[in-house]
């Protein structure tokens, strides 16, 4: 993924810095690595990175969390026009009792509740957006609000077809009005395979001294 960290406190935004990571998801979590790394880290995303606006969840775990949990209460609303075309609409509610999404910034970290509306292709029911909007943000995050807009689209892996995220944008706003924005792009997707071979018979000796 390549991610875009800008700042506004004026009428524009400023680019803060740009950077590219993996990202995989391992057992139901979000690691990331650096290019070329060897392994993926298992550690928050804010480590890695310490400055600018970042975020981890839209790549798989909030997916996961509306339609793997029952932590959310849906609500039909549809079929509507969505970027131009038609699209089933499902607004979505998640209390914080129930919530496994924590914000953070340089002052403080709460897990929040949060609602917000996904679109789904009205023929192929494939997923195209989801918004993720917090709720109730405590006073020390100093934070108005925090908004994660993502779109999905088809992917082509190996042999298969996968639906995956293809670009979010992540906005928080403080309270003296300024705005982090951060972008980012998912591209390069590819699939990592494993080998293991089996052997029947006897271990081999150990040569006196060999550990």
Known sequence: IES????????????A???QKEVALVDGREMFAWPGSKKFE????????????IGNGNFATHARALFETR??????QGVVDFDGKKAIRFDYNVPQMLSGYRVRTGYASAIVGYHGSFYVNSETFDMEHMEVLADEIPADLMLVSTADKIDYAIARIGEGDFLLPAESDLIMVNLNGGENHNHVKCTS????SGESVITFGDAPELKPGAH
């Open 4 to 15: 875009a960290s800008l700042w506004k406190r004026t009428a524009s935004f400023k680019i």
């Open 17 to 19: 810095e740009t950077l």
């Open 42 to 53: 298992d550690s928050a995303v804010t480590k890695m990175v310490t400055s600018g606006a």
């Open 71 to 76: 932590a959310a209460t849906f609500h039909y």
């Open 189 to 192: 997707c590819r699939q990592f």
